[in-house]
């Protein structure tokens, strides 16, 4: 059954048609799907109570107190903190060990993604779909909140696979390097990422702005399970069914099911 | 089955749901096997750069150009106590540096007889624990020059730094590190800062440089040097008294 998986258009499986329930997230990438969130939720939420230790950003090579910040976070509240009042210690205990599972979780994703061909199948993205036109339209589609249906629905759609790409070959990976840079350890064992990013200050900073980048995802990412459905939504991604969302051009009536799914 | 499942139930599930995970981490954070199952990752983190780094491996140096304009000082400014301010006032002229514990032939330098020995420079980046940096360049003793002199014995397996500033609960500052970071060429005991001599704030008259670790590492006003096989008898067990007051990690290469 994983092998029918329809995560994009696959064309070895038939049309299905709205209503119906297919498979369309195989246990890879529901398994990261959920570590991947655990360690992002908890490494964002450590990550924050660090911050509070120190919450001024500098571009270089060095920055402290006596030097000129290019922003200030703000104190984050406990409810926003791991632990919820002030350890710096215990904050770096939760942040350096869930660094593991989120860094060998996104490697493992990666190598098994290009193994059974879901990124090269699911996450390139066509010529076609990058024509401005196609571009423009899935915008307008967006802003009206009009989610795909039918067939569409079971790919993701240009925004969704550029947003995709940039998180996990873009964002994450900038976040680790970033975040491996700041260890004097590692440093020893390569500097080059650091002269790349341009100091130890800097890839503080780029590594402060990504967490935020993650942070906003997260916010569109459950709004939008939220619109289109959070129930077909969440588990898909728990038990890897999906019902079509029916396609209002089908002469087909609704199953009841369906109906149900909708209400 | 679905329609049990509304919308509105479910951000009133997930915002009930943050809140118990919330004061859920917080319990596990209090829990002895769960920090003990967090702090693998400190274990690995220390596995893993042994592994990765030669012995010898230099932390980066920088040009003189790119020093910070001002080193911050940070933890002790000005040691409390009537010893330490009797040695600031005869300008640390019988400043001791004992070597002793696991050694064959324990030391005891002056001051001067350290300032003769050979010297190195280097320009480096101090990274606080907090997320704050600062370069500078220091001079000093390589660490290594001296403990030879000890002869450190086969047992040993750290050295422990005995520090002349009392903290708050009552103990002296205390650090240690490994063998590998011990005879590290960049590991010293540096007696100039910017090519003057330490000022008080920074560790006047000598402190630790280790440079692939962060700044609670960096030890200063050190007076004693201990080889020793196991941290185990050594205060709270954690190898410093950042590890034993707070929880901090005894590996602070992260």
Redesign the interface.
């Known amino acids: 059954m994983p092998n029918k998986a329809i995560e994009g258009n696959d064309p070895g499986v038939r049309n299905p048609i709205g209503g119906e329930l297919v498979y369309r997230h195989r246990l890879p990438t529901r398994l990261w799907h959920w570590t991947n969130a655990v360690a992002i939720i ?1 490494m964002l ?1 450590s990550g924050l109570m ?2 509070n ?2 919450p ?1 950003l ?1 571009w270089g ?7 000129h910040p290019w922003f200030n976070p703000p104190h984050f509240p406990g ?1 926003a903190t ?4 002030y ?4 904050a ?3 942040h ?5 599972i989120f860094a060998f979780g996104l490697l493992a994703y990666m190598l098994v993604g290009l193994i059974n061909r879901h990124i090269p199948r699911d996450l390139t993205l066509s010529r076609a779909e990058l024509a401005p036109a196609h571009l423009w339209q899935d915008i307008k589609d967006h802003a009206r909140l009009k989610f795909p249906t039918g067939q569409e629905a079971l790919r993701f759609n240009v925004l969704q696979k550029i947003t995709y790409i940039g998180v996990v070959f873009v964002v994450l990976p900038l976040l680790i390097v970033t975040g491996l840079s ?8 390569m ?1 080059w990422p ?1 002269d790349l990013l341009g100091g ?2 800097s890839a ?1 900073s780029i590594h402060f702005v990504c967490a935020g980048l993650i942070a906003g995802f997260i916010v569109l990412h ?1 709004t939008l399970v ?1 619109l289109a459905g ?2 077909n939504e969440i588990r898909s991604m728990i038990t890897g069914k999906f019902r079509v969302p029916p396609d209002p051009d089908e002469t087909r009536p609704p199953s009841r099911a369906l109906a ?2 909708m ?1 | 089955m679905s329609n049990l499942i509304t919308r509105r139930g479910l951000v009133t599930g997930l915002a009930i749901g943050a809140g118990g995970l919330l004061s859920g981490c917080d319990k596990l954070g209090q829990n002895t096997q769960f920090r003990e199952l967090l702090k693998t990752g400190e274990h690995g983190n220390y596995a893993l750069q042994r592994l990765l780094q030669d012995r010898t491996a230099l932390a980066e140096e920088f040009a003189p150009s790119q020093r910070s304009p001002v080193f911050r000082a940070n933890g002790t400014r000005m040691p409390g106590g009537d010893d330490y301010a009797r040695h600031l006032a005869t300008g640390f002229a019988d400043w001791n540096l004992v070597i002793d514990g696991a050694v064959a032939r324990p030391q005891s330098f002056s001051l001067s007889q350290i300032k003769t020995m050979p010297a190195r420079q280097q320009i480096t980046r101090h990274d606080c624990v907090e997320g704050w940096s600062a370069i500078a360049k220091w001079t000093g003793v390589p660490l290594k020059l001296l403990l030879d002199r000890a002869s450190v014995s086969r047992q040993a397996r750290y050295v422990v730094l005995h520090c002349a500033d009392p903290q708050s609960n009552g103990t002296m500052y205390y650090e240690s590190i490994d063998l590998v970071d011990a005879y590290h060429p960049q590991t010293m005991l540096a007696w100039a800062i910017n090519d003057e001599l330490l000022p008080v704030q920074n560790g006047a008259p000598l402190r630790l440089r280790v440079e692939r670790q962060l700044g609670y590492k960096q030890a200063k006003y050190v007076q004693r040097i201990e080889a020793v096989p196991s941290l185990a008898g050594i205060y709270g067990g954690g190898g410093g008294y950042w590890e034993d007051a707070a929880g901090y990690e005894w590996y602070a290469g992260v």
């Open positions: 908890v939420m660090i911050s230790a120190h001024h500098y090579e060095y920055g402290s107190n006596v030097d409810w791991i632990p919820s009042t350890n710096l210690s215990l770096r205990h939760w350096l060990f869930f660094a593991w700041l260890s004097p350890g590692f440093d020893a064992v500097h650091l130890r200050s503080r459950v939220l959070p129930y149900e799914d209400s």
